[in-house]
Each structure stands twice: as C-alpha cells, then as structure tokens.
C-alpha cells in the first residue's frame, strides 16, 4: 500500500515539474534520457520513471524529492548563492506593491528564458 501511495500523482507532478521549468515534454525527456512519448506516459501515470532519469532530471532543477513524495522541502540555505542573497534582501526591502510588481516581472522573465531554451536560442 505504501508505495503505490507513494506513486500516485508521481505523473502530474512530473508534468507540474517539467511546465515549471518550461520545457516541453521532448525536451524535458531528453533531458531523462527518454524519448517524448515515454515522458507522456510517465505524466500520463502509464509508467513510472526509473532512478537513472530522476537523477539525471534532478541535476536539471527539477525537485525529484516533490515528484516522488508530493512534499517539498525547502532549498538548503548553504546551497543559496551570494547574488541571490542580495536579491532576497533587496526584494524584502521593497513596498508589498512593489514586491507583486516584482514577482510578475521576474516570473514573465523566467517564462521567456524557458521558451527561448526549449527552442534552442540562449
């Protein structure tokens, strides 16, 4: 019962993961070592992935730890760099209004960056 507990949802959060990142399922299954139609049937539930394509994913950001679990854990303070310190400081020092502004700005950037690596442009 425990693991079959512990698999459920593996494939909406693998899909949560792989939008997140903004990657397409080709993409985001290349980086697995898979083709795109075995990354659809991982997010489809069909299949479950194995330990070679959850490690090879972790080391491109995804949270392996929230796919297989659903629970997150927050990022280790250790493993924050110093610029995004800084940025974390300046962000607190901001207005409450300025800091929606901000997380809109940034999140639409990111969105960007995402859709520009996907297609191969940097």
Same mark, same amino acid.
């Not at 507990?5 to 909406?12: P, R, T, V």
């Not at 297989?68 to 854990?73: D, M």
């Not at 760099?81 to 800084?86: F, K, L, P, Y």
């Given at each position: 019962m425990g693991i079959s507990i512990q698999m459920? !949802?593996?494939?909406d959060r693998l899909r949560e993961e792989r939008e997140r990142l903004g990657m397409s399922q080709a993409v985001f299954g290349e980086l697995g070592g898979v083709k795109?139609?075995?990354?659809g049937n991982y997010e489809?539930? %069909? #299949?479950?992935? %194995?330990?070679?394509?959850?490690?090879a994913v972790a080391? #491109? !950001?995804? %949270?392996?730890l929230y796919v297989v679990t659903g629970e997150r854990r927050?990022? =280790?303070? %250790? =493993?924050i760099s110093s610029a995004e310190v800084d940025l974390l400081?300046?962000?607190r020092q901001l207005p409450a209004n300025d800091q929606t502004h901000t997380n #809109?700005?940034?999140?639409?950037?990111?969105?960007?960056?995402? #859709?520009?690596?996907?297609n191969g442009d940097k």
């Amino acid at each position: 019962m425990g693991i079959s507990i512990q698999m459920s !949802g593996i494939g909406d959060r693998l899909r949560e993961e792989r939008e997140r990142l903004g990657m397409s399922q080709a993409v985001f299954g290349e980086l697995g070592g898979v083709k795109a139609n075995a990354q659809g049937n991982y997010e489809k539930g %069909d #299949r479950y992935p %194995d330990a070679a394509y959850l490690a090879a994913v972790a080391e #491109r !950001g995804v %949270d392996v730890l929230y796919v297989v679990t659903g629970e997150r854990r927050p990022t =280790s303070a %250790d =493993s924050i760099s110093s610029a995004e310190v800084d940025l974390l400081e300046h962000y607190r020092q901001l207005p409450a209004n300025d800091q929606t502004h901000t997380n #809109r700005m940034v999140t639409a950037m990111a969105e960007m960056a995402g #859709r520009y690596e996907v297609n191969g442009d940097k």
